[in-house]
């Protein structure tokens, strides 16, 4: 018997499961053109940046538009600051660029350091910043394909069921994972988005919906163009913490973006704003929190209190195998590491 | 060491240059013209009866060339186990019930995985939905309402479901207890992991016009696959040539005939094409095999001065819809528990029972890191409740050399005790842990808890299964340089660097100078499969007689030429001189042709053939235990270091050590690997690998989702070889087992770590920040801290 070797050849495509369906791929290359392509081709249509999340929604069937308008052939504009001082990025800026950025690492230490965290540096060179704050949001269910398990569409696939909340009355409750959008909520970012009805400016704070199927406030004809973080943020004391199981490469159990604005003395805190991502629809506020630190001065045994409180103040949804009461417990030691970082870097500048 | 020039020495990876240049081949690369795609059709209901399948659509589909259903495998059964006692019990493709989420009901071939996408969904089956029972505890209830198969006909008790029992016993265990000063229960429960090979369940076939059948699976031992692909394809073994190609991992995953190695095959014979099936990730996850959690009830008792007297266990295991490996590990079980430590009067019972799950596989230690984790915990409680101290407790019933177990088998030089004392040692472990103030292990001031802990395991190696033993060939070339046949399959464990190591001990010769041919049922000899942790011992010995036979013809023929009694000569650079006159030579070059001239065309080729226990005939029972099991015993003890972070939850593992007998390391570096990765390993199982099921369903079916270690979780890992076998050369290289027996103790030293950094005692795996923080709070309100 002879061996056959020679026959065995490198792969085919044929030979790899290739499960993308078939889809129309435009390449505009000005801002103006994706919209009125947008416009033109309704409902059926999905913009794509660097496609980390789209690719793989589309390849488990999550997703299935029929045109991807792709903005590879836009240039994306250096981070810059503006003439009223606030630091402008440009919604197609990669997450590596942001790590890597003097400006931004300057500027905003705690978006660097977000970027930083999300996913691996495969994803993070492609991953943009426009596609992160529009991501999908996610849930055990849906994050497969179906294929043979979980047959039945759920809401969020336009079926009739919930899998983890089969309480009925149509919510999806999938969780928004983004780690940028918490850290921009408490820079007080605005996004600049392009539509066919012209340009607006949203607070990112009014951006998310909180509805699972529906997380973000972005019409059909709408990008992103560039995100705008105001002047008075690059004074603030920022913290960003992720918490994940294994370090990296995952989304996070829960992620802490602290901003605290202290007067001159270092001391005194005017103005907090605590957000807390990754445990529900959109990313969730610590009001109460943030009321309590608020024109007061900071210290340790208050933190611990304050902290305790933020955990009761924010509702979990349960995600990815972690219950309710271990989330807040994230939640509570996060605001309270963050708090103390911050009057640890203080406690240092003054002495 | 031992004047050696190959064995011993840390020489570069046989198989190194092919795969660090992408050069090396594996099943995903074959690609033979005109191959078709081959898809399965699964079930999407963890029990339900098939009331009606309708293919017609799918099979008028343009570009689809076959489809095949459990029409056309009725009757054929497989199983993991086929003996008389456990006879195969799973179908190729359903045609009745199916038992869990993802079982095989039809297979198509199509031209393409966009036809074949399409196929897949146009097949159309009506089910009934059968109640089904996931808990392995409300399977067995008697009550239990759901009756997957029937219960074993041999085990008569008031149970459901039961697939299989092991059980055995010696001395007297109602005296023992009596004699003892403290009797101490403990239940332990494990979870569901799973092995995250990279390269995925793969097959293709090639049926030819001659009949013949060619292959290419990512399997661990490829006269096992087709012995069963013989039987069940009906066709003769030699007819079904399975070819070399590199395996990307397997852990014990990719052991018995699959459903997909089968259809590919029967798709090829029915449509005359090459066809090749390729799991995703997805299928992988969600319907094949998993490890297997296990329950185990742990009843010792002990005298104050700490001998055990007596010892009974339960184990319970979640088999899954079919029996796979399931009544092996409760074999298993039983063994991975009576090797280690004295017990004079034991009573084991050990089931195993059928649920609505996925059917369960070996996973590298098979059974042995859960039965470690509960017993070196209980050793731990036990030796606190008694303030004996957990080294010396471990020591006063350790195997001692030479002494003989309860099954008959010899622990020979057992070095456990040498291991006790050597890690205990290396890691001032006595100090370490008493010198630690109790009473500061949760006051709060620094959240980080350091603690450090220890568990012993042992492993046996080489032992009987399908086919039992390894033969090998070394046949001479030309220029004297040889070629080695050995069914041995490299899965990444350094199979074909070892046994070249051996070849090149032998012979002298360099690695250069051997050419490995290996894992093609056509043309090399049967192997015993990368399987039991027997390779190195079984293959290698074989590999070893044959190189010696080569060396035996060599002499001789040289001893002729250069008129010498072989006594005198020497062997080296491919050449054989007489010791006391270097001058008088003869190259292998030479030796070749004269031998060809004078042997009557004996091109110096020798086989060599090994199995264990040559005297017994069988492995032993699975519901008995009796019979022997192996000669070869490896021990092992691990040290873990680790920080628990108690607001978070999370811990890490600082440092593993890891004092290990393997007998004599062939190749050290390929030594310290198997030791860093059962570590890592091991550090997934305990901390973040987890197969998340709810009712037969998989949820977390990705790896983003199922985590695995990242480079920066991999602890630092050190390991000791406590040597306790002498080697020689000409001697049998006593090599004993190094491949899964480390996976366990480190994952009870993690527990008994947590333990000592905390006050915290673990009964279940994963030590997930979840369970951890969980455990501390309750702690905490135990002892009005909160
Ligand atoms: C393995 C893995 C790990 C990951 N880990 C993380 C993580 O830790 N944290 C995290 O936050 N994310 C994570 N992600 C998700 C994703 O990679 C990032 O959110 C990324 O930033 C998305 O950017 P993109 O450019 O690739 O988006 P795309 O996939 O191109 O787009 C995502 C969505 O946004 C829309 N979109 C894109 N650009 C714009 C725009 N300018 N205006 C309006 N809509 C737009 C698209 O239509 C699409 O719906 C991970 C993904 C993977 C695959
Ligand atoms: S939470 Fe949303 S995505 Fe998840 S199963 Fe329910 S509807 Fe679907």
Known sequence: ?351 | MNGLKLVGKSVLRKDGPDKTTGKARYTVDVDLPGMLVCGIKRSPHPHARILRIDTSKAQKLPGVKAVITGIDTKGIKHGFVETPRYLPDQSILAYDVVKHVGEEIAAVAAINHEVLAQALKMIDIEYEILPAVFDVEDAMNPDCQVHIHPNHPRVKENYCNIAGKTQTQWGDIDAGFKEADLIHSDRFESHLRTHGYMEPQTAVADYRGDGTLHMWISSMGHFNKRKKLARTLKMPDASIRIHKAYVGGAFGGKIDLFSHEYCVAALSIKTGRPVKYVASREEIFIAYRHGQPLISEIKTGVKKDGTIVAQQLRMINNAGAYKGSGVVIIFLAWGFTMIPYRVENFKYEGYSIFTNNPTRAPLRGHGAPQVRFAIESHMDIIAEKLQLDPIEFRLKNARVPHEELPNKDNVHNCGLIECIKEAAFKTDYTNRRNLRPKTDRLDDSNPIKQGIGLGVSAYFGGSLIYPNGSSAIVKMTDEGSVDLLTGAIELGQGSETVLCQIVGEELQLEMDDIRIISSDTATTPPDIGAWISGMTYVTGNAVREAAAGVRKKILQVAAEQLNEKTENLKLANKSVWVADNPEKRVTYQDIFQASITRQKGDTIIADGHWRTMRDEPFHPSLASTKGRWTENYAFSVQVAEIAVDTETGEIKLLKATTVHDCGFPINPQLVQGQIDGQVSLALGHAFMEDVMMKKGYTLNPSWLDYRMPLIHNVADSKGVDVITENYQTGHSFRTKEVGEGLVSAILAAIANAIYDATGLRLYSTPFSPEKVLKGLKQLKKNRGLL
């Open chain 1, 1 to 351: 018997m002879i061996c056959w070797p020679e026959r065995i050849s490198g792969g085919s495509l044929d030979s790899k499961k290739m499960k993308l369906s078939q889809f129309d791929h435009k390449t505009p290359t000005s801002r103006k053109e994706v919209v009125d392509l947008l416009t033109n081709l309704g409902q059926d249509s999905a913009i794509l940046a660097g496609g980390t999340d789209l690719i793989p929604n589309m390849k488990n069937g999550t997703l299935m538009p029929k045109t991807l308008v792709s903005l590879k052939h836009l240039t994306a504009e250096k981070e810059h600051l503006t003439k009223d001082g606030s630091l402008k990025l440009d919604a197609l800026s990669t997450l590596s660029q942001i790590t890597e950025s003097p400006l931004i690492k300057e500027k905003a230490p705690s978006l660097a350091q977000a970027a930083f965290h999300v996913g691996g540096q495969q994803i993070r060179n492609r991953a943009t910043l426009g596609g992160n704050l529009c991501q999908e949001s996610r849930c055990l269910y849906l994050n497969q394909s179906h294929d043979f398990q979980f047959v039945e569409a759920c809401y969020k696939r336009a079926g009739d069921c919930c899998y983890p909340f089969p309480d009925g009355g149509k919510i999806c409750r999938a969780v928004f994972m983004s780690d940028m959008a918490p850290v921009l909520i408490t820079l007080g970012a605005h996004l600049v988005v392009l539509g066919s009805h012209g340009e607006r400016q949203v607070d990112i704070a009014d951006f998310y919906t909180g509805d699972g199927l529906k997380p973000v406030n972005l019409g059909p004809t709408e990008l992103i163009t560039s995100v705008l973080i105001p002047l008075e943020s690059q004074k603030m004391q920022c913290r960003f913490f992720k918490a994940t199981p294994r370090g990296g490469l995952e989304f996070a159990m829960v992620s802490i973006a602290v901003a605290l604005t202290l007067d001159k003395n270092k001391k005194k805190c005017s103005k907090a704003v605590i957000a807390v991502g990754s445990i529900n629809t959109k990313p969730l506020r610590a009001l109460e929190a943030e009321k309590h630190l608020t024109g007061s001065l900071l210290n340790r045994s208050d933190i611990v209190e304050i902290s305790k409180n933020a955990a009761n103040e924010i509702k979990p949804l349960p995600h990815h195998g972690y219950s309710r009461g271990y989330l807040k417990q994230l939640v509570e030691v996060y605001i309270k590491r963050s708090l103390i970082d911050i009057i640890k870097t203080v406690d240092n500048k003054n002495g």
